[in-house]
C-alpha cells in the first residue's frame, strides 16, 4: 500500500428498544463493553484504499471486512447499481448497511429540509432494495430535538420499517 495512511471509522450496531418507547429509532450512541463484545463490526467505504468506489469495496472485502457501511456522499449508489451490490453480497458473503448523504435534516430552510426528507426516504428504499438492515444519517443539530422534530423520526422510522429497515441517528463528533 506505498506508505498510505488509513483512517477509517468502525461502526458498533445493536437493537434496543426501550420498554413503553414511542420510538424504534436505533440511536448510535455509547456502548457498554457487553454491548461492544455482541456488536456486529464493519467498516465505511469512505475509508481511503487509494482506489475508488466499487475497487475499494473490493479492497475493503479482500481487507477480511464482510459488513461494509455503503456511504451514499462517497459512493452515489443507484437503481442500476444494485445487481452488482446483490452479486457482491452473494459471492462474497458480504452485508452492507446504508449512510445517508443527508446533512440538514431539520434545517431552517423549509423547502431544504423538506428536500432532506425526501431524499432520505430514497434512500431508504435503495437500501431495502439493496437487503441493507440499516440506514444510518445524521442530524448536525446541537440542541434538543422538538417533539415536531421527534415525531418526524418516528414517521420516518415507521416509513422504514415498511420496507424491514431500521435508521440509526450517528452523533456528529464536532
Known amino acids: 500500500m506505498g506508505g498510505k495512511k488509513f483512517a477509517f471509522s468502525i461502526i458498533f450496531f445493536k437493537k ?4 413503553n418507547s414511542k420510538s424504534n429509532i ?3 450512541n455509547k456502548f457498554s463493553i457487553k454491548d461492544i463484545k455482541k456488536a456486529q463490526i464493519g467498516i465505511s467505504i469512505a475509508v481511503d484504499t487509494g482506489r475508488s468506489n466499487w475497487d475499494r469495496i473490493e479492497d475493503l472485502i ?5 459488513y461494509i457501511e455503503l456511504y451514499n456522499k ?3 449508489v443507484t437503481l ?22 443527508v446533512q440538514d435534516l431539520f434545517c ?3 423547502e431544504i429540509a423538506e428536500q432532506e426528507f425526501s431524499t432520505l426516504k430514497g434512500e431508504i428504499k435503495l437500501a431495502s432494495m439493496i437487503g441493507c438492515s440499516r440506514v444510518i444519517f445524521h442530524l448536525n443539530r446541537k440542541v ?10 418516528n414517521d420516518l422510522s415507521n416509513f422504514a420499517n415498511k420496507f424491514g429497515l431500521f435508521i440509526a441517528q450517528e452523533n456528529s463528533q464536532s
Open 62 to 66: 479482500n481487507f477480511g471486512f464482510n
Open 144 to 153: 434538543k430535538l422538538s417533539e415536531e422534530q421527534i415525531e418526524s423520526l
Open 74 to 76: 462517497v459512493i452515489r
Open 80 to 101: 442500476e447499481d444494485i445487481p452488482q451490490i446483490k452479486k457482491i453480497m452473494s459471492k462474497k458473503n458480504i452485508r452492507f448497511s446504508f449512510h445517508s448523504m
Open 108 to 110: 431552517d430552510d423549509k
Open 16 to 19: 434496543r428498544k426501550k420498554k
Open 26 to 28: 436505533d440511536f448510535m
